[in-house]
């Protein structure tokens, strides 16, 4: 069964940072791209980043580019989320989720996703 | 920047109706390797996002063959043939095909 469990949400003051992980078991967690979602009652689900297999090829949205960087180890099974420069905007519920490759070719983006942790940023 | 739209709340339904839910697209959803990156997820009450389809209208390994999806290009709708509890939920479409973009979800509710 395929697992995802992030830890490492809390709250944190503006301008400082935080790291997510987000442990993976239940399937070959070097054969998968990864992702991060976060979602907030006012701006609904928004995609965050991803990361390839290898962790050689990493993608953000615009609005964190530069403050966060994705990265994974594969020994450890694990993703993490660093977030520098926080703003209250970042406030949010961030998922882990499984990316795969679907028989047609194309591409699942977030097959299967973890609870989630609260990231609160304020003063 | 791609925007997809998603009624807020659905007409509501009793339990074994048929429901359909909409998502519109302000761009074509084709993407330059032919496939049409459109996904569409289920959050329950407390839960988190589950997948149900992918590429508009392959349903995803478990979902239940009530749920179907349509579309091309920029107009998509995803039905439920025989709306059951566990189905009750926010409903949000997805694209993968420019700038990863969550429509803001439709909620489906008993009548």
């Known amino acids: 069964e395929v697992q995802l469990v992030e830890s490492g949400g809390g709250l944190v003051q503006p301008g400082r940072s935080l790291k997510l992980s987000c442990a993976a078991s239940g399937f070959t967690f070097s054969n998968y791209g990864m992702a991060w979602v976060r979602q907030t009652p006012t701006k609904g689900l928004e995609w965050v980043a991803s990361?390839?297999?290898?962790?050689?090829?990493?993608y953000y949205r615009d609005s964190v580019k530069g403050r966060f960087t994705i990265s994974r180890d594969n020994a450890k099974n694990t993703q993490y989320l660093q977030m520098d420069s926080l703003r209250s905007e970042d406030t949010a519920t961030y998922y882990c989720a499984r990316s795969e490759i679907a028989a047609t070719s194309g591409l699942i983006w977030f097959a299967y996703w973890g609870q989630g942790t609260l990231v609160t940023v304020s003063s | 920047d791609v925007v997809l739209t998603q009624t807020l709340v659905a007409q509501p339904v009793r339990l074994g109706d048929q429901a359909s839910i909409s998502c519109r697209s302000s761009q074509s959803l084709v993407h330059s390797d032919g496939h049409t990156y459109l996904e569409w997820y289920l959050q329950k009450p407390g839960q988190s996002p589950q997948l149900l389809i992918y590429?508009?209208?392959n349903r995803f390994s478990g979902v239940p063959d009530r749920f179907s999806g349509s579309g091309s290009g920029s107009d998509f709708t995803l039905k439920i043939s025989r709306v059951e509890p566990e189905d009750l939920g926010v409903y949000y479409c997805?694209?993968?095909?420019?700038?990863?973009?969550f429509g803001g979800g439709t909620k489906l509710e008993l009548k």
């Open positions: 990361i390839s297999t290898g962790g050689g090829n990493t």
């Open positions: 590429e508009v209208s």
């Open positions: 997805f694209e993968g095909t420019h700038d990863p973009t």
